[in-house]
């Protein structure tokens, strides 16, 4: 299992992105937390990492925070929840965030995460609540530039996590600015649908 991947970001477009070590290509899939701190791409970057092997895949996530890559593996632990939904808990909610649910356990605010209904909601309450407490990190930080088109790749990354196309683009253009970068768009989008 690798811990930690240190390289030059050579591409990102929410969920994924690449790691160049060396002059090999990590690709990796990562939570909008993780996007919402990256630097620009050719920068220097170093991920904590999740590696997962199943009977017929391989997949490698990354993490800007120990925080985070923690969170993931135990979301992953109640049971019915796999690294998709993980992903979109980081997604929806910082680790700080999530943990205050949990403790509080507020399962209206969890069910709001896509792919999160009442009983999985009420499960992770249940299952995690005796470990929130040791869930530590920063909430999301908002990247100073974006893309040409923020809007559009914002709109594909809600649809990835999990939300329907026209639910996605309604998301979008309603949390969308003049000049906000696709990060701070789908920031905004998972605050909104949180309240």
Known sequence: ?????KGVLAHKQPPWLVVDVHGVGYELEAPMSTFYDLPDAGREVALFTHYAQKEDSVSLYGFLTEAERRLFRDVQKVSGIGAKIALAVLSGVSVNQFA?????????????IPGIGK?????????LRDRAADFAGAGPAVLPQGPADALSEATIALQQLGYKPAEAQKMAKAAAVDG?????IIRKALQSALR
Do not use: N, S
């Open 100 to 112: 205050l649910l949990v403790q509080a356990g507020d399962v209206a605010a969890l069910t709001k």
């Open 1 to 5: 299992m690798i811990g930690r991947l």
């Open 119 to 127: 009983k999985t909601a009420e499960r992770m309450v249940v299952e």
């Open 180 to 184: 906000d970068p696709a990060e701070t």
